[in-house]
């Protein structure tokens, strides 16, 4: 099988790392990865912020932790924001779990196609992760809260611009165990005109 299609078909969500930090030869990979997704317009507006500091991570946590803690939910939440408030109430709760390097993607708020952009940003990177044999996990709280105030006076302090959003992040690692099977697929909708 096609090396590029093997990768596409066995990545999968990782959400238990090692402490062991990646390298930044990798580290330089997985950017140049994401810079090489495409963009409309070819704008290439997007903002990496890449986090590996384990303070500053735990300072985002407790954060988002006290935004799920002020998010009112009810049964027409986004499940995974009904399962991340319930989740963020555990003391061991970890956002981006527990994973060395967070990367953070945002764009200016303004641009109409920041988030495809950024979402295919994010998936290069992803990929490009486990073809160098790392684990990932999209991560999306800081989506969701990167406009409370505290969230967002941190993101600026680091080095996100003020116009901008988080369109989403990356968890990336060595993966802690290999236990985890891929979830089967669904079936999708497709039509095919010819």
Same mark, same amino acid.
């Given at each position: 099988?096609?090396?590029?299609?093997?990768?596409?078909?066995?990545?999968?969500?990782?959400?238990?790392?090692?402490?062991?930090?990646?390298?930044?030869?990798?580290?330089? @990979? @997985?950017?140049? =990865?994401?810079?090489h997704a495409p963009t409309g #317009?070819?704008?290439?507006?997007?903002?990496?912020?890449?986090?590996?500091?384990? /303070?500053?991570?735990?300072?985002?946590?407790? @954060?988002?932790? /006290?935004?799920?803690?002020?998010?009112?939910?009810? /049964?027409?939440?986004?499940? $995974?924001?009904?399962? #991340?408030? +319930? $989740?963020?109430?555990?003391?061991?709760?970890?956002?981006?779990?527990?994973?060395?390097?967070?990367?953070?993607?945002?764009? =200016?708020?303004? %641009?109409s196609n920041a988030m495809a952009?950024? $979402?295919? =940003?994010?998936?290069? +990177?992803? @990929?490009?992760?486990? $073809?160098?044999?790392? #684990?990932?996990?999209?991560?999306?709280?800081?989506?969701?809260?990167?406009? /409370?105030?505290?969230?967002?006076?941190?993101? *600026?302090?680091? #080095?996100?611009?003020?116009?901008? +959003?988080?369109?989403?992040?990356?968890?990336?690692? %060595?993966?802690?165990?290999? *236990?985890?099977?891929?979830?089967?697929?669904?079936?999708?909708?497709?039509?095919? +005109?010819?």
């Amino acid at each position: 099988m096609n090396e590029t299609i093997k990768t596409i078909l066995t990545r999968k969500s990782i959400r238990s790392y090692k402490e062991e930090q990646i390298s930044d030869s990798d580290l330089e @990979l @997985l950017i140049d =990865a994401g810079i090489h997704a495409p963009t409309g #317009g070819n704008s290439q507006s997007w903002n990496f912020t890449v986090i590996q500091n384990k /303070e500053k991570l735990l300072e985002l946590n407790r @954060l988002v932790k /006290e935004s799920f803690a002020e998010l009112i939910v009810d /049964e027409n939440t986004y499940r $995974s924001k009904r399962a #991340g408030k +319930i $989740s963020s109430q555990q003391e061991t709760y970890s956002f981006y779990y527990n994973a060395p390097t967070l990367i953070l993607v945002s764009n =200016a708020r303004e %641009y109409s196609n920041a988030m495809a952009d950024c $979402s295919a =940003a994010i998936e290069n +990177i992803m @990929l490009a992760g486990k $073809s160098l044999g790392l #684990g990932s996990c999209w991560i999306n709280q800081l989506t969701w809260f990167c406009d /409370e105030e505290k969230v967002r006076a941190t993101l *600026t302090h680091y #080095g996100i611009p003020e116009n901008y +959003i988080v369109c989403g992040g990356v968890a990336l690692g %060595y993966c802690a165990s290999n *236990t985890d099977k891929l979830v089967p697929r669904k079936k999708a909708d497709v039509n095919i +005109i010819r």
